[in-house]
């Protein structure tokens, strides 16, 4: 898990840093007066190396998946009522008004 973490924490320190350098490359070029069209192949090299990284970090360091099984006492089902229509919601449409004329104009 610690070689994980390191990685994901290089990962970022390069996504990091890809951006560090896409912004003094318009720096550049907006004193260039030149059109920015895109990063250096330099940088879309970093950041795919960066994500990457980040992404084997993602999947490593959390640990072992486990498995939800459905006999689990953890995982049972909440019984709802025998009839939905009467199900009330509490929520924030409360504070509208009843009433309200909302009649199409023709």
């Not at 059109?35 to 192949?41: D, I, L, N, V």
């Not at 939905?84 to 924030?92: E, G």
């Amino acid at each position: 898990m610690g070689v994980d973490l390191l990685l994901g924490v290089l990962g970022g320190v390069i996504l990091a840093y890809a951006s560090y350098c896409t912004i003094q490359y318009r720096a550049v070029l907006k004193i260039r007066e030149e059109e920015f069209a895109g990063p250096p192949a330099e940088v879309l090299f970093e950041i795919f190396i960066g994500l990457a990284l980040c992404f084997w970090a993602a999947l490593r360091v959390p640990g072992k998946y486990l498995p939800i099984l459905p006999d689990s006492k953890e995982n049972r089902l909440v019984s709802l009522p025998e009839n939905p229509d009467f199900m009330i919601f509490n929520h924030r449409g409360k504070v509208f008004p009843l009433d309200l004329d909302l009649k199409h104009k023709s």
